[in-house]
Every structure is written in C-alpha cells, then in structure tokens.
C-alpha cells in the first residue's frame, strides 16, 4: 500500500479515537517519504536521532510538528531544544535540566513526556515507578521553569504475546491515572504516548493518546 493509503487507514481508525494523535515515525525515510504523509495530512513527525531531526526540520515545511522519540544524549540537547515540540523520551533528572536550560536559551517551554520501563527486557531504556516518583517531586521537575511534564511514554514488550504486551500497557495507564490525581507542580499528565505499528490496536484499547507509527505508514525500514 502507498504511504497515502496507510495514512487514510490510521486517519479512519483513529476516527473511534479522537482522543488519540498519531506520530508518524520518519526514522530513516526521506524527504520525500515524509511529504508524501505531509500531503496526506499529517503534521506530527517522530524521529528518534538528533542530526536527523535536525535536518529535516531544516528542510521541511514550518508547520511541522517535531517529536524526539528515541534515547537523548544530554550533550545534544541543544541542537533540538529550539524547534523541538515533544520529548518523549526523558528518562532522568540530569536530562530534564538540561533541557530545561537549553530551552531557557530559546526563551522557550519544551514539553516533556517522561519515558517509564513497562518492558520485560533489560534494554529498553526507561524509568521505575520508584525513579518515576522521585523526578516528580517539587524539587525536581517542579522546580523547573522552561520544561513542562505532559505525561508518560512506554514501550512493551517486542512479544508475540498479546497478553503480556496489553498488561503492561495497562500498568502504564494505571499509573498515568494515579498521576493524573495528584496534583503536582508543573505537570500535566496529558498525553500517554504507547503503542507502535506491532501493538497500536493493543495500545489504543489500553488508553493511548499518542501512538508512534513508522513501518505500518512508511513500509519496512532500510538501515544501510
Ligand atoms: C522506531 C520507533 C517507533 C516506530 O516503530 P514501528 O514499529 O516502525 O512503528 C516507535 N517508537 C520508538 C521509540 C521508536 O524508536
């Protein structure tokens, strides 16, 4: 299917989901690629490397909403910390500051989503609800002026089980919910941002506001 067919078929789906925004995962696609979703509708664009985002924000339209979805070196920050609309992928303090203080530079609020580990495996980057906890408090996330806590990101389990996949994303919900009751200074548990082209529907069903989609639009990825 062409990328503009993939396109309407989420476009439909998430019709039953409108709380639900789709990242369209441009990792490795070109230009191109990316303008033939652009043209199809869509806006928001996930990249998980830095000099790769940062040049295709160069190049492509301003209207362009920018999000960093994969694991970000604090000595990088500065390069996105102009443009970049969503982090998705904070997972400690010391790269919260850092954002915090190059977003200071722009004069800028960069939003944050704080990255939790859900995952069975060891190698999926993340926090523990313990960590979690601690980044939340007023003397830490809250103290900071130029970012802003707009929820929570996770990924499950790269596993034929659907079970354990829609458990962890459950979990997830929960303590987006829990979260969402409390009342803590400069966080907005807004968006939950789960699910990717393998587990979307799971993901949707447990309460995703934000599905990260890159192979089921853009086809198979080609890492040379
Ligand atoms: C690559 C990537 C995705 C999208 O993966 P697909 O399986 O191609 O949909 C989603 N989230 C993160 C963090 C990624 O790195």
Known sequence: MSIAKNVEKFSDLLKEYKHCKLVAVSK?????????????????????????LSAKYEKLPGDIQWHMIGHLQRNKVKYIAPFVSL?????????????????????RTVDCLLQVHI????????????????????????????IRVKGLMGMATFTENEEQVRREFSALKKLFDKLKDRNLPNVAMEELSMGMSGDYLIALEEGSTMIRVGSAIFGQRNYN
């Open 87 to 107: 982090i998705h992928s904070v997972d400690s303090f010391k790269l919260l500051r850092e954002i915090d203080k190059q977003a200071a530079r722009y004069n």
């Open 28 to 52: 490795t696609k070109s230009e191109q690629e990316i303008m033939e979703a652009y043209h199809a509708g869509l806006r928001i664009f996930g990249e998980n490397k830095v000099q790769e």
């Open 119 to 146: 995952a069975e495996e060891e190698t999926k980057f993340g926090l523990s609800e313990e960590e979690l906890d601690d980044m939340l408090a007023a003397d830490q996330a809250g103290a900071l002026d130029h």
